[in-house]
């Protein structure tokens, strides 16, 4: 899609709210949170020390890698004391699938060439002197492949993924779940999770009005860099940039330093955030006061609180814009998660409800 049909649909989304869906004037704050948990299915060791770590006087906060419905409710009734709403998104394995006879040999290949390079974890950087003999099986029978390592990223072994995938497998780990967790103070109005094409990990958008202010959460993909059926960051941004909600945050994978493409395209189209060059990916555990790494590749701005800086002071008007600041939390040495959490408070003055927060009768 151009950016100019883009540019027309954001316009015309305006004249909506501003004509459809009358006015509401409120003077207001909310402070606002994202966190990507890490809660790896088979280890929630730390779950207890993540939930001492979020602060207690936020509105909302979104957290990300909660794959598991147990988990989630967890964090639900630990926090529930000061977080009385939340919503979880919904799982979703998609459509079955069963690999054909040609992935017999491909994935044979594949799996001969794991052993020839002692490559005994699936990360996606262990694998990469496999990367040519996945893209021919990819090529060749792409959901076979797909669920082979989805099934293999759920702990299964090769005979168990193999018996499931030349029967009835799944496109998607961790039973489909999008990791998306949200709790609240107040009430969290027409919450939807909508799927995009995605790979591995179930992707999509989460969108929902709080305290009238229309937010986006998300979790974007990685930009991987051989051909897979999923949606870009970019084309996130897109879907994004049609709906021009108030405010987007999450780990959001991209940045000042780590595939900074998504990032510009959101800062180009009026999407601003708090303060991007806080590190909050810190893998190896060694975060301090918001530093997580002198190396730049450890130490990646990818988990963003942004707000809509070109929407008109007459719909909605942030009141201390160039002020606003982020607050890290579970930074302390070593890390709860491998992200620290970010949090602001935004002050504003909403004159007109977003279409999507006003009209509650639409669909």
């Known amino acids: 899609m151009s950016r100019s049909l883009n540019f027309i649909l954001c316009v015309s989304l305006l004249v909506l709210t501003l004509?459809?869906?009358?006015?509401?004037?409120?003077?207001?704050?909310?402070?606002i949170a994202s966190y990507n948990a890490g809660l790896v299915p088979g280890d929630n060791s730390h779950l207890d020390a993540l939930v001492r770590v979020v602060p207690t006087d936020l509105d909302v906060i979104l957290f990300q890698e909660v794959w598991l419905q147990s988990d989630a409710n967890l964090l639900i009734s630990k926090l529930r004391r000061n977080y009385p709403f939340n919503y979880y998104t919904p799982l979703d394995k998609g459509p079955s699938v069963k690999c054909q006879a040609v992935s017999v040999s491909l994935s044979n290949n594949f799996f001969t060439c794991l052993v020839m390079n002692q490559i005994a974890s699936m990360g996606w950087d262990t694998i990469k002197p496999c990367l040519g003999a996945l893209s021919v099986w990819m090529?060749?029978?792409?959901?076979?492949?797909?669920?082979?390592?989805?099934?293999?990223?759920?702990g299964k072994n090769v005979t168990e993924t193999s018996t499931k995938c030349f029967s009835s497998g799944s496109l998607y780990s961790y039973d489909g779940s999008a990791g998306l967790l949200v709790l609240s103070k107040k009430s969290i109005e027409r919450p939807k999770f909508s799927h995009l094409p995605s790979f591995l990990l179930r992707r999509g958008l989460l969108e929902m009005c709080i305290d009238d202010l229309y937010i986006i959460g998300s979790h974007f993909p990685f930009n991987y860099t051989i051909p897979l059926q999923q949606d870009l960051q970019t084309d996130f941004i897109e879907d994004i940039i049609q709906k021009r909600p108030n405010i987007i945050l999450g780990d959001l994978n991209t940045g000042l330093n780590y595939q900074p493409e998504g990032y510009e395209l959101l800062k180009e189209y009026g999407y601003r955030s708090v303060n991007p060059n806080i590190a909050t990916y810190c893998p190896t555990n060694s975060s301090v006061a918001g530093s997580c790494s002198t190396e730049a590749e450890l130490a990646q701005k990818i988990d963003h609180i942004m707000f809509d800086t070109e929407i008109h002071e007459n719909v909605l008007l942030w009141k201390q814009k160039t002020r606003y600041a982020i607050e890290v939390f579970g930074n302390r040495a070593p890390t709860v998660s491998d992200h620290i959490g970010i949090k602001t408070e935004l002050q504003y003055n909403l004159k007109r409800k977003h279409l999507y927060c006003n009209c509650k009768k639409r669909r």
């Open 19 to 31: 004509f459809i869906c009358g006015s509401s004037q409120k003077e207001d704050n909310i402070k």
């Open 139 to 154: 090529e060749k029978d792409y959901n076979c492949a797909v669920c082979f390592l989805a099934s293999l990223t759920d």
